[in-house]
């Protein structure tokens, strides 16, 4: 059985830093692209940051770049976003998520874009 | 990269087909036929519920269908029942090799 498992939530001041985790299992994770996507209270969901499956492609929304530093750990099953310079807009339960993918009929590794597996969240909120 | 526009809420009664659209730009989803859709119920994780456009993972019903014209892509839910209500978000991967969500969409069964 899939599962991604976040922590490392809390409460913090702002300007401070955080570090989340999430612990994959069931499932190779070495093989899967991943990313974190967060839902402020009330808000609709906002993709943060993604990272291919060996670690060498990154990505971040503009409104955590420079900010945000999203990482893996293949031996450990484990991604993580070390969160720096916090600010309220925060502020908002992080998930991980899976990037799902398949092989077509000649073999070629093809990405569905679409996130099929997901973590149940940690609550990050930034305040004085 | 501005989320792609949903409408805040769409109502129907119980067996009931109701429609979500999701209108976003060449550069996502009318330029890809990647655009995923998923329901989350209150407190819980997003699940996936349309892959691709129209394409349902395994488990999720045959009453949730997805199609795309243009810069539009939709979800249809057919014969609603009240487990349908929830929020729905549609997703769409971009131009610039990242993904963008809706703004989502309130699904209330009368």
């Known amino acids: 059985e899939v599962q991604l498992v976040e922590s490392g939530g809390g409460l913090v001041q702002p300007g401070g830093s955080l570090r989340l985790s999430c612990a994959a299992s069931g499932f190779t994770f070495s093989s899967y692209e991943m990313n974190w996507v967060r839902q402020a209270p009330g808000k609709g969901l906002e993709w943060v940051s993604y990272i291919s499956s060996s670690g060498s492609t990154i990505y971040y929304a503009d409104s955590v770049k420079g900010r945000f530093t999203i990482s893996r750990d293949n031996a450990k099953n484990s991604l993580y976003l070390q969160m720096n310079s916090l600010r309220a807009e925060d502020t908002a339960v992080y998930y991980c998520?899976?990037?799902?993918?398949?092989?077509?009929?000649?073999?070629?590794?093809?990405?569905?874009?679409?996130?099929?597996?997901w973590g149940q969240g940690t609550l990050v909120t930034v305040s004085s | 990269q501005s989320a792609l526009t949903q409408p805040a809420s769409v109502s129907g009664s119980p067996g009931q087909s109701i429609t979500i659209s999701c209108t976003g730009t060449s550069s996502d989803v009318g330029g890809y036929n990647y655009v995923s859709w998923y329901q989350q119920h209150p407190g819980k994780a997003p699940k996936l519920m349309i892959y691709?456009?129209?394409n349902r993972p395994s488990g999720v019903s045959n009453r949730f269908s997805g199609s795309k014209s243009g810069n539009t892509a939709s979800l249809t839910i057919s014969g609603l029942q009240a487990e349908d209500e929830a929020d729905y978000y549609c997703?769409?991967?971009?131009?610039?090799?990242?993904?963008?969500f809706g703004t989502g969409t309130k699904v209330t069964v009368l």
């Open positions: 691709e456009v129209s």
């Open positions: 998520a899976r990037d799902s993918y398949y092989y077509d009929s000649s073999g070629y590794y093809m990405s569905s874009h679409c996130y099929d597996y």
């Open positions: 997703s769409s991967y971009t131009s610039s090799s990242t993904k963008v």
